[in-house]
């Protein structure tokens, strides 16, 4: 798989997959772009090359970590969500494998680029709240959220993501952080503005993303209804 685009990529997970070493197959040189845990033990069909190489052009160097975050990562995400997540998490967990799907949301602390990849969960996963909706197709442009488990999905997973990655870790991260970063330091207030407009808006979309299913019930996480 050629992971130098992001349609590719994306296409590459919303094409159908045979079986949960498939999906893991297909994960892992992404998960290794990133420094994400590897789903160990990989399975048989998973090689060195695989892992080692993202790109299928022998004179085009593999894509970095950082040029995934900024280029790729968030259709990724958002692939995962609306194609794979509900459909493969049981039988990754019964393989085993049961946080490989949720490390590209809720990456290790330790990860390198681990709130760069949480930045990215944020515009996200606040972005197909946005998109969400009973009917079969967005009018904003976006990929909708069509069904309430997919919805109680994303809010769960925000759930989490608030409390591992909250304000004051994504704002040490931000400014004072070694995270790998590329970023100058002129733009990291526009970075630290949208993140916490997304961090801080996160209860009322959840609340009105839950509100449009009416009158199918969304069950949302008590940690992120207002009191």
């Known amino acids: 798989m050629d992971l130098s685009t992001s349609t590719s990529v994306a296409s590459r997970l919303s ?4 079986d949960v070493n498939d999906l893991i197959t297909i994960l892992t040189p992404i998960a290794t772009a990133l420094n994400l845990p590897l789903p160990l033990p990989l399975p048989p069909t998973t090689n060195s090359s695989q892992i080692q190489s993202t790109s299928t052009s022998t004179s085009t160097p593999p894509p970095t970590g950082s040029h995934l975050i900024k280029r790729q990562l968030s259709l990724i995400q958002s692939t995962i969500i609306t194609h794979l997540y509900l459909t493969w998490q049981s039988q990754l967990s019964s393989s ?8 590209f949301f809720i990456p290790p602390t330790t990860s390198t680029f681990a709130t760069q990849i949480a930045i990215s969960s944020y515009s996200t996963l606040n972005s197909l709240l946005s998109h969400s909706s009973p009917t079969s197709k967005s009018t904003t442009g976006g990929t909708p959220l069509t069904h309430a488990p997919t919805l109680e999905l994303v809010a769960d997973l925000l759930a989490e993501l608030t409390a591992v990655y ?22 990291k207030d526009q970075i630290w503005e949208r993140t916490l407009k997304d961090l801080v808006g996160v209860p009322t979309k959840v609340a009105n993303a839950a509100a449009r299913f009416l009158p199918v019930r969304v069950d949302i996480p008590d940690q992120l209804i207002w009191r």
């Open 15 to 18: 094409q159908p997959i045979k």
């Open 166 to 187: 909250n304000v004051n870790e994504i704002y040490q991260q931000i400014y004072i952080g070694e995270e790998e970063d590329e970023r100058k330091e002129e733009m």
């Open 96 to 103: 085993h494998h049961p946080l490989l799907l949720k490390h």
